[in-house]
Antibody, heavy 119, light 106 residues
Framework: QVQLQESGPGLVKPSQTLSLTCTVSGGSISSGSYYWSWIRQPAGKGLQWIGRIYPTGSTNYNPSLKSRVTISGDTSKNQFSLKLSSVTAADTAVYYC???????????WGQGTLVTVSS | SYELIQAPSVSVSPGQTASITCSGDKLTEKYVCWYQQKPGQSPVLVLY???RRPSGIPERFSGSNSGNTATLTISGTQTMDEADYFCQAWYNSTGVFGGGTKLTVL
């Protein structure tokens, strides 16, 4: 059974860079069968896809966030990471990492981590 | 950009059938997934490829996708099905979610 676990600071100051890591167990991020994604959800609101990374290391990003987002992978640690620069209060949300599985569905999710942007 | 539109809320009585719709331009040309999210929990995939159930998802969850509308149907709705439901599809390599529908079972 694949498991994903997000980690990183729960509080980030405005204009700084949000950095999160997703540690994957029960499966390899370098497997050719799956992609790996970040998704966020502001309190009381809907889900927003941030981006994904392929086993090759190539990425796709949400156009609305593309200028501020970087997703990278570390196969030696079986982790992938999110960096979101120049954050504002609007970036306050629960951030989830997820596996992109069959027919590009998000079939496994982490528990989510709340990141608050505040001075 | 591509949008998926969902009604904010749907109510159903226990044992009845709930239908939650998701609308988008030429949606039938895309595969739609549905996620269930209960308060304080991560979303759970309940349908993929329009109508396929992952292992462990009850048979009362079914789906269809035709024209511009995808539908999640819950037959014999149970109180445990009360949750937010999100549809999702891909457009130009970008993941898109609907705004979510809160299903109330009462």
């Amino acid at each position: 059974q694949v498991q994903l676990q997000e980690s990183g600071p729960g509080l980030v100051k405005p204009s700084q860079t949000l950095s999160l890591t997703c540690t994957v167990s029960g499966g390899s991020i370098s497997s050719g069968s799956y992609y790996w994604s970040w998704i966020r959800q502001p309190a009381g609101k809907g889900l927003q896809w941030i981006g994904r990374i392929y086993p090759t290391g190539s990425t796709n990003y949400n156009p609305s966030l593309k200028s501020r987002v970087t997703i990278s992978g570390d196969t030696s640690k079986n982790q992938f990471s999110l960096k979101l620069s120049s954050v504002t209060a609007a970036d306050t949300a629960v951030y989830y990492c997820a596996r992109v599985g069959n027919y590009q569905s998000f079939d496994f999710w982490g528990q989510g981590t709340l990141v608050t942007v505040s001075s | 950009s591509y949008e998926l539109i969902q009604a904010p809320s749907v109510s159903v009585s226990p044992g009845q059938t709930a239908s939650i719709t998701c609308s988008g331009d030429k949606l039938t040309e895309k595969y739609v997934c549905w996620y269930q999210q209960k308060p304080g929990q991560s979303p759970v995939l309940v349908l993929y490829q329009d109508s396929r159930r992952p292992s462990g998802i009850p048979e009362r969850f079914s789906g269809s996708n035709s024209g511009n509308t995808a539908t999640l149907t819950i037959s014999g709705t149970q109180t445990m099905d009360e949750a937010d439901y999100f549809c999702q599809a891909w457009y130009n390599s970008t993941g898109v979610f609907g705004g979510g529908t809160k299903l109330t079972v009462l």
